[in-house]
């Protein structure tokens, strides 16, 4: 059963382990990839439904994995998978769930809940299996934490620095724009990084060091890295002051900076603007988000319930993309230091790689640093 | 970038009549450019020879041109109307190649018109397999191997090196035409030969095979700013080896993970990129090795196609729509989506449904066709549905089929069938192989047997074996112990009422009954495009069994129409025209029109087209459960089934009893109709002549009413539309064999036998009739063939050319008589027979016919729109009708044969319908209009050469004069022994040729030699049967026209004259009409 704070209660049968779990319940238009929003960090305290109806077809594998396990709080789709029908498969989607205890439901009206999430926005809610009574459960969802102001970085960042080998493969990964002429060092804040980003970074030639989301930039620069990285991540940036104070020394130092998502958010807040909370956020792989500079548009992969209020952009940083759906900031640069980022997914997995190209402007910046 | 201002005029090219592989989906998407560009301020200038088309209607087009799609014909429209550019990317193959044709004859340069959508270029690389596998390679996409072959021998080095099975393609030709599977060198011989025959620059592509393979489709678009998104992916559950059009599909693709998709993104955009498609959308194909996920490009569509209607359907992305804006120079961004309003067209739509196609085939029509599905597309229709989940679709798509009792998936086992031809219906792809998957897993064959013979994938597999198991579970409880949670499940997975009632043994109303108490019934979600990311403005809808409803209906009068479901043999694109008039009309008389249709192709599923559109199967609990629903707020809801073909019919009467109002002529006025006994007694009783006949439900009845009638009889069931099984028999033997074959037609109804009218010629006429009893006659259309040629496989004209004027006045008057009698509000049409001076009714239709929009567009007046006022209560002469219709000049009606892609199958006509579509060719005279007609319909009557003659004794002395006219025009004959001796006595000179059987070189030799131009045969009876038959295929094959009535022959003669004399002009149809006053 599916209790949400507002009173709604969805029965279906469960699709995963046994027990309860709570969340803020979001939903995702992607209609492949549901292994990658599985093990997204960034999907932590929530729980997803998949709006493509028919989940769990080609089955898991640890190919595709974008962290070390199952980050979301629960599961929700409209019909499971009995097998898993894909040559790569190494087991069900139900096995998995149930494996890493993960709640899920199916069966349920999945449009009609995320009709309900787009008109009154996204709601916490709880999911129990087996015997469970949907007054106590509403009851539950209404006692869950908010999203905001709640730091959710420190559940899914790494505890200690480590360099990054490239260890599953990426036979399917569309062939880096160009590869650095010289070995360049990437030094990344780990505030849920997919992994993807890592195996794009490698892919473009680039030894990472990631660092646990609370490490003081001083010790990042003093490596002596040729680029700085801001990962995506879960929750409200607001909240992270830590982060934005490295971000700011990041900025000042000069050296170029890049940023993902909540990365994106946090060196927002450092440059001086500030974020607000989406209605229902932007969680799938079809958005389109408008290059301002070149004009051209790229499909995205996306996923954020956060974005930088553009009233609040101090001048010295320009907005970059924009989203053709609601308009809202989808990427930003500042106007005389080497530091860009991007609210959405270039390193996709899911969705389309049309914006790949932004790994190669990061080389760049980093070579140019390099020859000054 | 702002739209291109220096184009004012744009030429749009059509596909030509409905063959195989090109049908509604063309008008469909020519329609929708037509009206996009229009709305852009542009004029258009349109030209397609298939008057069935609400593309051809004078209201889309500035200019409508319905003339022959050939070089002549077109260049000297352009000359009239100096166009600034072509757009031929809606036209499907016909209007590509038309283009290229153009622009070699260089027509396109010396009347500068610009090329819109696709450069040559363009299309030469995607078209011609050779150099597409080049482009691919030469940006590191894989591809089968293969070469290209332009004679037997480089094609059998090929075969050397790649080794069995092989496939063969022809380059340039439509819907794989004359390609094929060669698993051995015989087959691969003559798979090679026609093949070299067919393509019209005489090459072949040898291919490695990738038979089993997982068939994926991309429907892609691309603007000038080299923006690029995928609106859609298709995947075909038939593996490679099945044409996609031959292939039951599912939308979204549901077996790829996001690596194999993406990767899949990453290569159509490569690809459609360096075949140069600058704007509009194009179908790219791929193929994917399930053993290890290897993935080659199998072909790309630069245009939109079958497959584009499709995924416009399933998505609700207009794909013509923003193709056509996109060549005039915007760009993606600039294009708001219809549906959501505030979005714009640069997106990826994303689907919260999942959408099935299941083709339709008329293999019942072509007995000694190869059912077997291989390269080349056979099927004629498709119907398309959509559920929450894939059963429920699935379910849904195979009983919007409407193949009746053939149709059931379930319980259909065959105690006789062993497991060897099990294994071989799996093995071997047909029309009815999913039939044998659910046998197979009834007899609880492993999934990996069925995986290992079919290669569909497991995920399917496991589907349809989940619908099984639940058809089992409903099975194993009876009528009342059947749980209401049960019952929810099988309806959840698309089990209709009457499925569930079969399996629990009781009726589908108990079961409908049974479903209300538990409130089991459908909701209806609506198709956004973006999976209720963002609100839709659009009634664009689905029922499906969940919770919420998304109908929100309104309390407006509304008049529900019932489409015509898949395009098969006998009901096709006019029934689609007709609903689409109802709706246009319904709308300007301030009525709400919902239309309820499952064929993706077609017009009316356009959800422009109405007001409100339900994307549902033609049964009764469908279309029942949408009218319970659109009167749940009140507001009157009246239903037409006049327009939609049988399918609506055979529900008028039980919508009516369920308490439906029909609008129209009654549903006991159609049984009149339809049941030949009350018609008969009704003829009788108003003196109208008919064929003496009689009804038998036994083979013993048959022969006694035979007996009294005397032979030769008309046979055929009742309630049957194309003369389904429709046969004329000469003697006992045959009558026998015959009430055997066909009682299994139709169970439900009797076996007719009406006296054959031999030499008999035959007229249809289409009629309005109005409550005040007033009566107009849309046009007296007289067969050019003698009756016994169905009258949808035969040529026909208006006005009537050799008809005396009293039998004229005695067909409009029967025709008053008979439509005041049958009570007839709205649409009427009526086939008569005249023999020996008698005029004789062969039978009356009270609906709409294929005819009205031929008769429409010649004559200026859509009657489909009046007789819809009518039916909602205006009178003709309110809409200025008080006279019957008159046209100026002369329209010739041609159908087309699907002969071609059924080799072996025989050309000869007969009372069974064949064709699939037709043309108009309109013109001064007979016969200019006829042999603009023959052009259209892809005969090249020829000006010269040698003209073969071969007719049947009594034929001999009627061919004289036609033998003398063609010697006179030029012309040298041969002819068979006994025709050439006739003739010599008759003072004309022909050589002698052998017949096939009689020696060598004999005429099929003569025709391959390409020494005879043109065929005239009438058959020689059962002896010289094959001989006659293989005759006319071989000049099929050879592109020789080969005429096989006398009739036709002399029509034919007289095209000839009059292309020498008049020569070829061409005329719009605001000009006919304006001279007609309209
Ligand atoms: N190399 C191949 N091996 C096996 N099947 C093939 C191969 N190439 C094409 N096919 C099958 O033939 C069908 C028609 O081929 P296609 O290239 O799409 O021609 P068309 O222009 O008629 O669509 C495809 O849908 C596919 O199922
Ligand atoms: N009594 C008859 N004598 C001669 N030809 C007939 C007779 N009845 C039917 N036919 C031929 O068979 C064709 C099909 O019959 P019809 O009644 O029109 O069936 P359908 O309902 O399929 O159109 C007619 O077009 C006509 O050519
Ligand atoms: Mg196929
Ligand atoms: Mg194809």
């Known amino acids: ?145 908010q999203m905001e102001g709640a730091d959710l970085v420190q559940g899914v960042t790494c505890q200690t620095p480590f360099a990054y080998k490239d260890l599953a493969s990426n036979d399917f990964a569309i062939a880096p724009g160009r590869t650095s002429r010289v070995p360049l060092k990437v030094a990344a804040y780990d505030f849920g990084m997919k992994w993807n980003i890592l195996r794009r970074f490698a892919a473009y030639g680039c030894d990472v060091t990631v660092y646990p989301a609370s490490t003081p930039a001083s010790q990042l620069l003093a490596t002596k890295p040729d680029g700085l990285f801001f990962s995506n991540g879960p929750g409200d940036p607001a909240v992270l002051d830590y ?122 910046a980093m070579e140019k640093g390099k020859t000054p | 970038m702002p739209k291109r201002t220096d184009l004012k005029r744009i030429l749009v090219i059509g596909s030509g009549p409905i063959v195989i592989g090109q049908a509604c989906e063309f008008d469909y998407s020519g329609t929708q450019a037509c009206k996009a560009l229009r709305s852009e301020g542009l004029q258009v200038i349109l030209v397609n020879s298939n008057p069935a088309t609400i593309m051809t209607d004078p209201e889309t087009a500035d200019r409508t041109y319905v003339e022959p799609l050939t070089v002549e014909a077109v260049e000297q429209v352009i000359a009239r109307e100096r166009p600034d550019a072509l757009l031929p990317t809606v036209g499907g193959q016909t209007a590509l190649n038309l283009a290229v044709d153009l622009a070699k004859a260089g027509v396109l340069e010396k009347y500068n018109v610009a090329l819109i ?216 961004d600039e294009i708001p989506n219809d549906i959501t309003r505030l979005t714009p067209a640069s997106f990826e739509p994303t689907i919260d449904y999942v959408v099935v196609k299941v083709p339709r085939w008329a293999f019942e029509k072509f007995p000694q066709a190869d059912r077997t599905l291989t390269t080349q597309m056979k099927s004629v229709g498709e119907a398309m549905a959509i559920g929450r989940t894939f059963k429920e679709a699935f379910l849904k798509a195979f009983r919007s089929l409407e193949l009746g009792s053939s149709g059931r998936l379930l319980s259909q086992a065959d105690a006789r069938e062993d497991d060897v031809s099990l294994q071989q219906a799996l093995g071997i792809p047909t029309d009815r192989r999913m039939w044998a998957v659910f046998r197979a897993l009834e007899r609880g064959w492993t999934l990996d047997e069925i995986h290992r013979l079919t290669h569909i994938d497991r995920w399917f597999l496991t589907q349809f074996q989940q619908i099984v198991e639940l058809a089992r579970a409903a099975e194993a409880v009876g009528a009342r112990d059947l749980s209401d949670d049960l019952l929810r499940d099988l309806k959840r997975a698309g089990f209709a009422d009457t499925d569930v009632a079969r399996l629990i043994g009781t009726d589908e109303d108990s079961i409908r009954v049974r479903r209300q108490e538990a409130g089991l019934v ?102 029942f459960a949408i009218t319970e629903r659109e009167k749940s707020q009140g507001g009157d809801v009246s239903c037409v089934v006049q327009y939609g073909g049988q399918t609506p019919l055979k529900l008028s009467l039980r919508l009516q009893e369920a308490g439906v109002k029909i609008i129209g002529t009654s549903p006991d006025s159609i049984d009149l109709a339809e049941d030949r006994e009350r018609f008969a007694k009704l003829l009788w009783d108003l003196g109208i002549p008919q064929a003496a006949s009689g009804t038998a439900t036994s083979p013993e009845e048959a022969q006694d009413v035979a007996a009294s009638i005397g032979f030769p009889v008309v046979v055929r069931p009742s309630y049957v539309l194309g003369g389904r099984a429709m046969a004329i028999v000469y003697d006992t033997a045959a009558l026998d064999r015959y009430m055997r074959h066909a009682v299994q037609a139709s169970p439900e109804h009797p076996i007719l036998i009406d006296k054959f009218l031999e030499d008999a010629t035959e007229i249809d006429v289409d009629a309005i009739a109005d409550a005040t009893g007033a009566v107009v006659i849309g046009g007296v259309m007289e067969h050019i063939e003698q009756a016994g040629i169905h009258s949808g496989d035969s040529s026909c004209v208006i006005p009537p050319f050799q008809l005396a004027d009293r039998h004229v006045a005695a067909i409009r008057d029967y025709t008053r008589r008979v439509a005041r009698a049958l009570k007839v509000i709205g649409l009427m049409n009526a086939q008569f027979a005249i023999k020996d001076d008698v005029v004789y009714v062969l039978e009356v239709n009270p609906r709409a016919s294929r005819t009205v929009p031929y008769l429409s567009k010649a004559t200026g007046v859509p ?216």
């Open chain 1, 243 to 364: 982060a934005i104070a490295n971000a700011k020394t990041a900025v000042a130092s000069g050296v170029p900076t890049f940023g993902i998502c909540l990365g994106h958010q946090v060196l927002g807040l450092a440059l001086g603007a500030s974020t607000f909370k989406l209605k229902f956020g932007h969680r799938g792989a079809n958005h389109p988000v408008k290059d301002l500079v070149t004009g051209k548009i790229e499909i995205t992969s996306q996923n954020h319930g956060f974005a930088v209020d553009p009233a609040t952009l101090p001048h010295d940083v320009e907005v970059t993309h924009k989203n053709l759906y609601d308009g809202t900031i989808e990427g930003l640069r500042h106007t005389s230091r080497p530091v860009f980022c991007v609210q959405y997914h270039p390193e996709a997995a899911p969705g389309p790689h049309d914006a790949d190209y932004l790994f190669s402007q990061f080389i760049d």
């Open chain 2, 863 to 1078: 009657l489909a729109k009046v007789a819809a006022n009518v039916m909602v209560g205006r009178s003709l002469a309110d809409q200025g009708l008080t006279k019957d219709l008159e046209v100026r000049g002369s329209f010739v009606k041609t159908p087309v044969f699907p002969f071609v892609r059924f080799p072996g199958v025989d050309t000869l006509l007969g009372p069974e319908m064949k064709s699939t579509g037709e043309v108009m060719g309109g013109a001064e005279t007979f016969g200019a209009a006829f042999a603009k007609a023959q052009m259209g319909a892809g005969q090249k009557l020829p000006q010269s050469g040698t003209a073969f003659i071969s007719v049947n004794n009594r034929d001999k002395a009627s061919v004289v004069p036609i033998a003398r006219d063609l010697a006179r025009l030029g012309f040298s004959l041969m002819a068979t022994r006994g025709t050439a001796a006739y003739l010599r006595a008759h003072g004309i000179d022909a050589s002698i040729v052998f017949k096939i059987n009689e020696g060598r070189p004999h005429v099929g030799d003569e025709l391959r030699n390409r020494r005879i131009a043109l065929v005239i045969n009438t058959p020689l009876g059962r002896d010289s049967y094959f001989d006659d038959r293989a005759v006319r295929s071989v000049a099929m094959m050879q592109g020789v026209p080969a005429i096989t009535t006398l009739t036709g022959a002399a029509a034919a003669v007289s095209a000839i004259e009059a292309m020498r004399t008049e020569g070829l002009t061409v005329k719009s149809l605001q000009e006919y009409h304006a001279e007609m006053g309209r």
């Open chain 2, 522 to 623: 459908p909701a209806y979600k609506r198709i956004d495009t973006c999976a209720a990311e963002f609100e839709s403005y659009t009634p664009y809808m689905y029922g499906t069994f969940e919770d919420q409803c998304e109908a929100e209906p309104t309390s407006r009068p509304k008049v529900v129409i019932l489409g015509s479901g898949p395009n098969r043999i006998g009901q096709g694109i006019e029934f689609d025209y007709c609903c689409c008039h109802a709706a246009f009309a319904l709308r300007d008389q301030g009525y709400e029109t919902v239309m309820v249709n499952c064929n993706p192709e077609t017009v009316s599923t356009d959800y422009d087209s109405v007001d409100r559109l339900y994307f549902e199967p033609l049964t009764f609990e469908d279309v």
């Open chain 2, 117 to 332: 959508g696709a450069s040559i270029e363009a299309i030469e690389v995607a078209e011609d397999r050779l150099k597409f596998k080049d482009a691919m390679r030469s940006i590191g996409i894989e591809v089968p191997e293969s070469s290209v072959a332009g004679s037997m021998e480089q094609a059998l080095e090929t075969a050397d090196r790649i080794g069995f099975p092989l496939i063969i393609r022809p380059s340039f030709t439509m819907g794989g035409v004359g390609g094929g599977i060669a698993y051995n060198i015989e087959e691969f011989r003559e798979i090679c030969q026609r093949g070299l025959g067919l393509s019209p620059v005489h090459e072949i592509l040898v291919e490695e095979s990738v038979i089993g393979w997982k068939e994926f489709e991309l429907e892609v678009m691309r603007d000038h700013a080299d923006n690029f998104v995928v609106i859609c992916s298709i995947e075909n559950i038939d593996p490679m080896g099945v044409h996609t059009g031959d292939s039951i599909t599912v939308a979204p693709a549901l077996t790829l993970t996001d690596r194999e998709y993406q990767r899949m993104r990453d290569a159509a955009r490569r690809i459609i990129r360096r075949v140069g498609v600058e704007t509009g959308g194009s179908n790219i194909q791929f193929a994917i090795n399930p053993a290890d996920g290897r993935m080659v490009a199998i072909e790309m569509n630069p245009r939109v196609s079958r497959s584009s209607a499709l995924a416009s359907k399933a998505t609700g992305f207009p794909i013509a729509k923003i193709a056509a804006k996109l060549a005039l120079g915007y760009s993606l």
């Open chain 1, 1 to 145: 059963m599916l209790a949400l704070e507002n009173g709604t209660v969805f029965r279906g049968r469960s699709a995963g382990a046994a027990g309860e779990t709570g969340g803020e319940v979001v939903f995702n238009t992607s209609m492949t990839g549901y292994q990658e929003v599985l093990t997204d960090p960034s999907y932590s305290g929530q729980i997803v439904t998949m709006t493509c109806p028919e989940i769990g077809n080609y089955g898991v594998t640890a190919e595709d994995v974008e962290s070390r396990g199952l980050q979301v709080a629960g599961f929700i789709i409209r019909s499971e998978s009995p097998i898993a029908s894909n040559w790569r498969a190494e087991g069900t989607l139900h096995d998995y769930l149930a494996s890493h205890g993960v709640v899920a439901i199916c069966d349920i009206d999945t449009r009609a809940l995320t009709r309900l999430l787009r008109s009154s926005g996204v709601m916490r809610g709880m999911i129990g299996t087996g015997r469970v009574d949907a007054a106590d459960l509403v009851e539950r969802a209404r006692a869950l934490p």
